[in-house]
């Protein structure tokens, strides 16, 4: 019986915890940058949160106050998925922001500084 009352907590709870850890593996893994792997878990944690929220939130949106059907009809499912898959992406991007921002002011997860390559003085052709 406990089980029961307790499995919809274990089970949001794995699935958070995986969809917060393929997000930490594509910030670590995506960027050409030598990083540490936990430098990147508050962009991931920040991601999915968000993503989970917006989602929410567009759901209500879409249960209340959207009609998509009415206006156009069988293509509003469609947008309603290009409107998430929008929001999805913002997400995304907020949390990279934040990992960005967060190296930028670590000692550890420091990003390198753009420098200009060296400026050619001869060339010579001779063979």
Request: positive net charge; proline residues 5%; hydrophobic residues 55%.
């Amino acid at each position: 019986y406990l089980f029961v009352l307790l499995w919809p907590y274990i089970h949001w709870s794995i699935a958070v915890g995986f969809t917060i850890l393929a997000v930490e593996g594509l910030y670590y893994l995506a960027p050409n940058v030598k990083q540490r792997f936990l430098a990147t878990l508050p962009g991931a944690i920040v991601a999915v949160g968000c993503w989970i929220l917006l989602s929410y939130l567009l759901g209500i949106y879409f249960r209340h106050f959207a009609n998509f059907n009415k206006t156009y009809g069988t293509l509003g499912a469609a947008i309603a998925l290009m409107i998430w898959l929008y929001w999805t992406g913002f997400a995304m991007l907020v949390g990279a922001e934040l990992n960005a921002e967060l190296a930028k002011i670590s000692r550890e997860g420091k990003l390198p500084a753009k420098s200009e390559p060296p400026a050619i003085t001869k060339i010579d052709f001779a063979a």
